[in-house]
């Protein structure tokens, strides 16, 4: 068996903007920069797929892999694993959607940025911190002039 990678789509959403995509792991109030060929490896991971199937459907989009390409995107899936963006677990078949890969210009390798600096304000829980009568967010009572 082995080792397939996946979206932790229960806890991390995520958008791309032109040649960025933005996670925010929502249980761990932190979230990530992914540039050069990581927004394209993350959309391989809607799915369960090795490393090897990703190099695999990398190399049909782009013309020449570096040698350290899968040393490269295994650390950037285990980065996001150890963050909680990535679930692995041990399957016998890639679970790759069909169809061509959105890259374009020479492979880059995977930059991951992770920022910890929201991680408070992130991981609020905006729905049970809801009060029952004044609703959210929590409002000082008001006072009286004398």
Known sequence: MTLRYAANTASVAHETFDEETVLINFER?????????????????????SVDGILRRLADAYPALPPDAGPAITAMLEKL????????????????????????????????????????LIAIDPVHEVHNFDGWPHRPPPFALD
């Open 29 to 49: 109030g932190t979230y990530f920069s992914l540039r050069q060929s990581a927004p394209v490896i993350w959309g391989l991971i809607q799915q369960p797929v």
């Open 81 to 120: 694993h150890d963050e909680g963006c990535v679930s692995r677990r041990e399957a016998g078949v890639d679970e790759l959607a069909p169809g061509p890969l959105a890259a374009e210009g020479a492979f880059a390798l995977p930059v991951v940025q992770a920022f910890h600096d929201l991680q408070e």
